[in-house]
Structures are given as structure tokens and as C-alpha cells.
């Protein structure tokens, strides 16, 4: 036997283990063959099983870890902003201010055309569907890809989303946002409320964001107004709004027309619109020109002032207007505005030579033009251009009313019941000494002796004719004989702000204007007079709302500001001015007028301050330097040797209250003046001493008289009406006065009415056209 280890020998009943399932190669089990080839890389179904089963309870928690930590946030600032959209009374725009074009409207104030145009645009089944759509964004790709339009994948809850709380970029992270946003939203908001922020924070083109500054930009109409046709336009904007704008892109127009028939043909699917309706429809073309949202011309100075106006009165504060929204509807009418403008260009800036005149590149002029029965401002003008001149010239403070000042000293005169130093009443025909730079008397200050236009001397004159002539020495002397104080209590009843520079220092200098009241201000003024006394105060608004919420304003009172013979005496001398004195080219207004220029000192503005019935308009010519703004002389303005109110003042007032009043009835005047206002009277006394207390009545109270008080009828131009005895057996004689100041001429006897207790009254015409009428009217409530 061999030493070398021989194998084991079976034993008996021992046999080799045959090979079982379990050791199987793998892929061979259950005695199947193994997986070659590609077989190999298919998932077996139970890890598909098992697969799908973890995505699941991923893409579930996913979403509602997504849906808890997706909070909705605050709108971003973009959307939020609105301008605040100013208008002229009729509801035409005069501009838009701030950063970006957008007035929001509620959906009700958006037409259903223009609601079922955007959504055939952009999502038909929105007021169907979940806030999130799969199916339309496979349609939107659909119809991009044959040729239908350019459709976004996403609704329309999803583009507000975007539009009002996220931001424009293309990322994943702002795409999962928006989906979850949306989904809330849907939970949280009404389809109503959904659409209405999509229409107003969707961009349009021509940097109109919203429909309604869309319906403005395209079409100068409301979001309410818009038809199918321009409707389904706005809504094929949203796509391209820069290149569907047919007028910047007219090779574009094609493209456009055809996304333009598929809005249409959409709402025809949808039952918006009827096949007839459809089949008569033409492209609407949109304006090549609209309204400017900017601020040049008058537009920017409108803008100021208004706000201004505002602010001032409480009505909104200056961080709540500036965060937009507001549609503030002012009193201004358009075609009395472009009148305003026309006429300063005409008379004033078209004859200016700034190349070769130094002094002509000073000339500014302002104006304001005001209803005097109700005090709305009508019209203003400010400057040439608000983004050259930015300083609103028609409430600016700091150039001096000069003569134009004068009537508030006769109206508080009358009003005060005032006499002169010697005791004589203050009537028009009250006799003053006109002697240039003559001492005024009585008054306790330093020596004052005003010097004439020109030195002149005119001697012994009427109050009529000084004012007629504006005599500084008569009103400087006037003035004393008032009290300075009841004159500046005086022109602040009528209008004038009592934080008006220089009011409240002037002694008998404030007859000559020294004040530096606004253009406004003096319209307001003027306005009182024409308006027999009453005042309501200016106003710039007739309605502001705020999301379709009308804003109060403060409520208007009109009062007695001084009493009906104060003004209307002093509208009876000054209806003289325009006759026969310093403003007789105010009478191309083809009306009766009444009116009184003024001068500031060396010349640096010229006044003209006037009123028919229906209209009291101050126009103001003034010198500023443009680099440094200190005011300047106007001596060889427009090649003139000075500028004076009767001048282009009174030539602009006179063509403006032209063209404004155009078509409208010409209203004679109405007066009824103080008792014995027309009775001629004595010259002053030789003796220059104050006479004593016995001779001088005590100055009564200022305030309204009652309106019991006699007035006189008043004689007009070309004859003098007769008083006949009032019913309380007193009797006045009417004395007509001076038609020239003194010149002696005869004056022929108007006709003569019926009078009850409370005088006649008096209407008298224009100019050239004069007729004395008496009216019985009714005692003033």
C-alpha cells in the first residue's frame, strides 16, 4: 500500500448531498436561468414597489413640508406702488405722479369685456381650476409649439403670485415659492379677488403697470370703458408688451393681429362674445400719442400746488399721498387753462427777446383765476415749463402787490364807516389832497410822505379819480384815516392769508402794497369783492377718492366777509380803472369790468387785478434772476421803457377773460353801494391840524354791518340814476360822480326804478355798451 493518504471510502449507507435550490447561482432560483443581457438592468417589480413607495412619502412630506414652511409674504414693493392720477373737472388727465404708472381698480370698475378678454388671453378655466394647473402648462407648450400664440404654462393665480409677492427672476427656488403661494392663496382668496390683483399689477407696455393705466396709455379711456376690441389688444400685450406695441413695433403687427383674433376667437368658445359680435370687429389700433404722465408745462406746477393743497388742509398726510393710489379730481377746466397759457404766450412771452435782451430772460408770470360764487380755481398759470422753472408763480409770497393793493383800503373805508382827519365821510367823492410826497397826517410814526408815479402832483382829487390814477399820496393818507390794522383785517376777510409777508408791519405803507400776498391769494380776494362780499375761500378740488372710496374733504362755509355796500362801492369805483384809468386794455374782454393795476417797487412786478361777474382773475408779471434767483427790475422788458399792470398784466387778463367766457351771456353788475356814495362833497380844510375829538367820530367796531343798511343806486358811466324815496322816509339825491376825476363834465340822468327799503340796485354793461338799469331786487339773506 501506498504511504500517500488514500480518499475516504464510502461507508455503507453514505451518499453525496445532492445540490438544492437555496444554492443556486444567483438569477437561477427556483431553478430559474440567470438574467444576461439587458435583462440584467431592468428593476425587478418589487423595487419598483419599493421605489415608488419612497417617492411618494417623499414627494408627500415634501409637499407638506413645503406647504407649512411657504408662508405668503408681504406684497414687494413694486406691486404696492401707485401714482396718484390728477384731473381737470371734466375727468380728463392732467398727469400721473410717482415712480410707477399704476392706479388700482376694483373689478367692478373693470369692464366684462376687458375681464373676459384677459382671461381667454391668458386662462380660460381659471374660475374652474385648481390654483395650480399641469394640464395647462402641457396646452401652453401645445399651442406654442403649432404656432397658436405664445401661452404661459402658468394660471393666472400663479402669475399674481409672481407679480404682487415675488420677483421677476427665472429660478427654481422662485418657481417652488410660487407653486406653494399659489395653492394658499387659492385657499385664502376669491377668484374675484385673484383676478382683480393679476389686472392691476400686470405690466402693459409703455410703462403702464395695471389695466387702467394700460387703458389710459393705449386707448385714453377707463378701465371701464373698453370694449371687446381694445380689450383683447391689452390682453395680447401681456405676452410682449414692448414689441406688441404696434405703433413703437409696426413690423410687429401681423404677430399681433393674430394673438389679437385668437383673444377674440376665445371669447366666442366661451360664449363672451356672439359670432356677430365678432365678425364686425376691426383692429383697434392704439393712439400714437397720449396723455403725457410727466411734468412738463403746466402740468408739474398743477401737481404741486394741488398737493400742497392737501397736505395743507389735512386732507392727506405727505407719506400717505406719496405712497400713491389717489385720483384727486381738482376744479381746473382744461379749456380755460390752455386759454390761460394762450394768452401769456400772446401777449407776453412770444415778444420777448432773451437773445439780445438781457432783462427779457428775468420775465416770469404768474396767474390765478377763480369763480367768484362758488371760489373754484378755474384755471392757473405757473411758469413756462415746470422742469425748466420749477417755482410756482401763482402762490408764491415774495413779490409785492404794489397798487393792486388799493381797494382794500377804500372796501375797509366803507365797511369801517371811516372819515378823514377833518372829519369828512369816506366816500368815492370824498376830496383828498393828491400832492406828490406830501406828509401823511395823523399818523404817530415817522415822517411818511410817498412819492407819485412820475413826481406827479394832482392837487385836489376824488377817491374815485386817485383810484382811477392810483395817487400813492391819497391812499397813503387814507390808510391813517382807516387804521392800518382794520386795513389789514380787512384784506384778510377778503381772501389774503394773515401769514402774509410784510402784513402786519406796515403802517401807512400798506395802502401801497408792500405786502407780498400770492397771485391766489389776491384772486380770492378779488373774487370776495365780486361776489358782493362773500367768501367761501379757495378751493382746488371738486372730489378725491382712494380705491374707489371717496375721501372727505372739509367742508365749505361761505360767509358775509364784509358787507355787500363795502364791496360793491369799491366795484363801482373800480369798473373806473377799466374805464378810464391805468387798465384800460383789460376792455378787449368785451364785458363789464372792474379792475386795478399795481407796480412794486423799481419795477420788479406789474399787476393786474380784475373781475367781471362771472370771473375774478389776477395776473402778475415779475422779474427773477435765473441763476440766483433775486428779483430784478423789468425796466427795458420787451423793449419797453417799464412794465407796468396796465400793460401785458391787463392785456393777458383781458384776452384770457375772453376765451374763457366765450358763449356764456354777458352779466352786467349789480350793485348796491353805501348811502350818498356818488353825493359830491367838499375839499378838505386849509388847516393841516387833526380836528378835536368832537369833530371826529369815534371809528365803530369793524365788522359786517347789518344788511338793513340804505344802499344807493350807482351811477354809471354815461348817466346817474335818481334814488327815490325809501320806504323808510329817508332820502337820498344821487349825484352822479366824476366820469374823469373832476374834469367837470356833464353827466345825463339814467332811468329811475322802483326801490324798496334796502336801495336800489344797479346794473351797468360793458364799456362802450353802458346802460344805467335799475332793479328792484330782494334783501340779501
Do not use: C
Amino acid at each position: 500500500m501506498s504511504d500517500e493518504p488514500q480518499p475516504r471510502q464510502p461507508e455503507k449507507g453514505w451518499a453525496p448531498r445532492k445540490p438544492q435550490a437555496a444554492d443556486a447561482p444567483e438569477g437561477t432560483k427556483g431553478n430559474r436561468p440567470p438574467r444576461t443581457g439587458w435583462r440584467r438592468y431592468v428593476p425587478t417589480w418589487r423595487t419598483v414597489l419599493a421605489a415608488t413607495l419612497v417617492t411618494a412619502v417623499l414627494v408627500i412630506g415634501g409637499f407638506f413640508l413645503g406647504y407649512h414652511l411657504v408662508q405668503i409674504p408681504a406684497a414687494n414693493a413694486l406691486a404696492t406702488q401707485q401714482a396718484n392720477v390728477y384731473l381737470y373737472a371734466d375727468g380728463s388727465v392732467i398727469a400721473r405722479d410717482g415712480d410707477v404708472n399704476r392706479e388700482n381698480v376694483t373689478l367692478g370698475q373693470i369692464s366684462e369685456d376687458a375681464q373676459h378678454a384677459i382671461l381667454a388671453a391668458e386662462d380660460r378655466d381659471f374660475y374652474s381650476e385648481s390654483a395650480v394647473d399641469p394640464q395647462a402648462m402641457i396646452r401652453a407648450a401645445w399651442n406654442t409649439a403649432t404656432g397658436k400664440g405664445r401661452q404661459s404654462g402658468s394660471t393666472i393665480t400663479q402669475q399674481y403670485v409672481k407679480n404682487y409677492y415675488l420677483r421677476q427672476e427665472q429660478t427654481v427656488t422662485r418657481k417652488v415659492k410660487e407653486f406653494f403661494i399659489a395653492i394658499k392663496l387659492d385657499r385664502n382668496q376669491s377668484k374675484d379677488d385673484i383676478l382683480e390683483g393679476y389686472l392691476n399689477t400686470s405690466f402693459f407696455g409703455r410703462g403702464a403697470y395695471g389695466i387702467q393705466a394700460a387703458a389710459h396709455a393705449y386707448y385714453d379711456m377707463d378701465a371701464s370703458e373698453l370694449d371687446a376690441g381694445r380689450a383683447a389688444y391689452l390682453a395680447s400685450l401681456l405676452n410682449a408688451p414692448s414689441q406688441y406695441d404696434v405703433i413703437t413695433h409696426p413690423e410687429n403687427r401681423q404677430a399681433v393681429e393674430n394673438r389679437w383674433n385668437y383673444v377674440l376667437d376665445g371669447m366666442v368658445d366661451e360664449g363672451w362674445l356672439t359670432e356677430t359680435e365678432r365678425a364686425g370687429m376691426e383692429f383697434p389700433t392704439p393712439k400714437e400719442t397720449t396723455h403725457s404722465t410727466g411734468m412738463s408745462g403746466q402740468r408739474g406746477y398743477i401737481v404741486d400746488v394741488v398737493k400742497k393743497y392737501l397736505t395743507d388742509n389735512g386732507i392727506v398726510d405727505e407719506d400717505t399721498l406719496d405712497a400713491g393710489g389717489y385720483r384727486i379730481t381738482t376744479t381746473l377746466h382744461k379749456d380755460k387753462q390752455d386759454a390761460f397759457v394762450d394768452a401769456v404766450n400772446d401777449r407776453l412771452m412770444d415778444r420777448l427777446d432773451q437773445e439780445n435782451r438781457e432783462v427779457d430772460t428775468y420775465v416770469r408770470a404768474g396767474g390765478a383765476s377763480v369763480e367768484p360764487k362758488t371760489g373754484k380755481v378755474v384755471a392757473m398759470y405757473n411758469g413756462i415749463d415746470y422742469v425748466k422753472q420749477y417755482t410756482p408763480n401763482a402762490t408764491r409770497r415774495d413779490f409785492q402787490t404794489g397798487s393792486s393793493f388799493k381797494p382794500f383800503v377804500l372796501t375797509a373805508a366803507v365797511e369801517n364807516k371811516s372819515r378823514t382827519q377833518d372829519g369828512r365821510r369816506i366816500t368815492p367823492t370824498t376830496v383828498y389832497d393828491g400832492t406828490s410826497e406830501r406828509p401823511v397826517q395823523g399818523w404817530p410814526g415817522a415822517r411818511y410822505a410817498p412819492e407819485n408815479e412820475d413826481h406827479r402832483d394832482y392837487g385836489d382829487i376824488t377817491v374815485r379819480e386817485a383810484t382811477d390814477k392810483s395817487v400813492n399820496a391819497v391812499y397813503a393818507q387814507m390808510a391813517v384815516d382807516v387804521g392800518p390794522d382794520k386795513v389789514r383785517r380787512t384784506a384778510i376777510d377778503l381772501g389774503l392769508s394773515e401769514d402774509t409777508p410784510s402784513l402786519d408791519d406796515a403802517g401807512p405803507s400798506i395802502a401801497l402794497g408792500v405786502a407780498t400776498a400770492s397771485v391766489l391769494d389776491m384772486a380770492e380776494a378779488y373774487a370776495t369783492l365780486a361776489n358782493h362780499g362773500k367768501n367761501s375761500g379757495y378751493t382746488l378740488l371738486e372730489k378725491v377718492t382712494y380705491g374707489g372710496k371717496t375721501v372727505d374733504l372739509p367742508e365749505r362755509r361761505t360767509r358775509q366777509a364784509v358787507s355787500r355796500q363795502a364791496a360793491d362801492t369799491t366795484t363801482a369805483v373800480l369798473r373806473g380803472v377799466v374805464e378810464n384809468g391805468t387798465a384800460t386794455a383789460a376792455q378787449t374782454a368785451g364785458r363789464p369790468a372792474a379792475g386795478k393795476t399795481g407796480t412794486a417797487e423799481e419795477d420788479t412786478a406789474a399787476w393786474f387785478a380784475g373781475y367781471t361777474p362771472d370771473l375774478a382773475t389776477v395776473v402778475a408779471v415779475m422779474g427773477q434772476d435765473p441763476v440766483t434767483a433775486g428779483h430784478k427790475s423789468l425796466y427795458g422788458a420787451m423793449g419797453l421803457p417799464r412794465i407796468n399792470g396796465g400793460g401785458a398784466p391787463a392785456e393777458i387778463w383781458g384776452q384770457y377773460t375772453r376765451e374763457a367766457l366765450e358763449g356764456r351771456p354777458v352779466q352786467a353788475f349789480n350793485l348796491r353801494t353805501q348811502p350818498g356814495a356818488f353825493e359830491s362833497q367838499p375839499p378838505p380844510s386849509d388847516s393841516g391840524d387833526s380836528p378835536s375829538s368832537s369833530a371826529r367820530p369815534t371809528d365803530r367796531d369793524s365788522g359786517t354791518p347789518d344788511d338793513d343798511d340804505t344802499g344807493s343806486s350807482t351811477p354809471d358811466r354815461t348817466g346817474a340814476p335818481t334814488r327815490e324815496t325809501p320806504g323808510d322816509g329817508r332820502s337820498d339825491s344821487g349825484t352822479p360822480g366824476d366820469t374823469t376825476g373832476g374834469d367837470g363834465g356833464t353827466d345825463t340822468g339814467g332811468d329811475t326804478g322802483p326801490s324798496d327799503s334796502n336801495g336800489d340796485d344797479h346794473r351797468t354793461g360793458p364799456a362802450g355798451l353802458t346802460g344805467a338799469l335799475t332793479q328792484h331786487t330782494r334783501r340779501d339773506e
